[in-house]
């Protein structure tokens, strides 16, 4: 099935419990009043988790991927450009506009040497519903931790079941526990000291982010080492976990192929 197929035959397929389906509005609304913001924050630390992204990736040519929260497409776009068939999933149809509009105006700067493709599907990805085994790499950077928990660990599962036997799943995002760890408060304390250093402005943001940190609305990150965990413990193999700047590292697991 080639990523057209696969674009036409996912789908989101419904069916959230009631506390998954409010969360997913929620993201929705929060993110679609964020798109200007999204799309101009061109921070170090997004882009060194990119290049992390499409550095594990490694050859696209020809590949299916599936991007779960793809924003405004910092990561498909250059694994569409690497020559991949990218399906492109967001909860906000303003984000997948702004993706579409991106996307035209690298096509035409690139003059056909743009050598992938890119498919959209506006879903929140719990209920996202994708044909087994269909898929070379499921990936996803700074869009995971906003899942409620059980909810990764079916995604997880679910990406499992898409992805044909050697495919693989790559997540890249903010990743720390609630601070049981050496590694979570030195990432807490790091947070904190850099937003403090904003002045007013990032006192606010650490009153309000550790408020939904601490309460799990919104936010809700889990360390490496528990992704690690999620992917072992629906099949993965070789899974492999790394720190890639600040609070971000990059946990990836293959589907075996026997
Ligand atoms: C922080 S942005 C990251 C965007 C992009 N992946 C990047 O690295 O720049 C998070 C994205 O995840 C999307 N998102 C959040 N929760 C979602 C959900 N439950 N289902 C689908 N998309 C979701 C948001 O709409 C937003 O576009």
Partial sequence: ??????????????????????????????????????DRHQSAGLEKVVAAVVAEAGEATGLSVVDLGCGTGQLCLPLAEKGAGVLA??????????????????????????????????????????????????????????????EKARLVRNAYGWLRPGGRLIVADMMLG?????????????????????????????AKNAARYLLRVQERPISSDAWSRLLRDAGFADVTARPIVAEAALVQGRRPRG
Avoid at 124 to 139: G, N
Avoid at 191 to 204: E, T
């Fill in 1 to 38: 099935m080639g990523i057209d197929e696969l674009a036409a035959a996912a789908t989101d397929g419904g069916g959230a419990s009631a506390p998954t389906a409010l969360a997913a509005r929620v993201q929705r609304r929060v993110w679609s009043r964020r798109v200007d913001s999204w």
């Fill in 89 to 150: 999933v967001d909860v906000s149809e303003a984000m997948l506009e702004r993706l579409r509009e991106r996307a035209a105006e690298r096509q035409a700067a690139q003059e056909g040497r743009f050598a992938g493709s890119i498919s959209w599907l506006c879903s929140p990805i719990e209920t996202l519903a994708v044909p087994a085994q269909t898929v070379d790499l499921v990936v996803s950077s700074y869009a995971l931790h906003h899942l409620r928990d059980p």
């Fill in 178 to 206: 609630r601070g049981a760890t050496a590694d979570d408060r030195r990432i807490i304390r790091s947070k904190v000291a850099a937003l403090a250093r904003r002045g007013p402005g990032g006192w606010w943001r650490i």
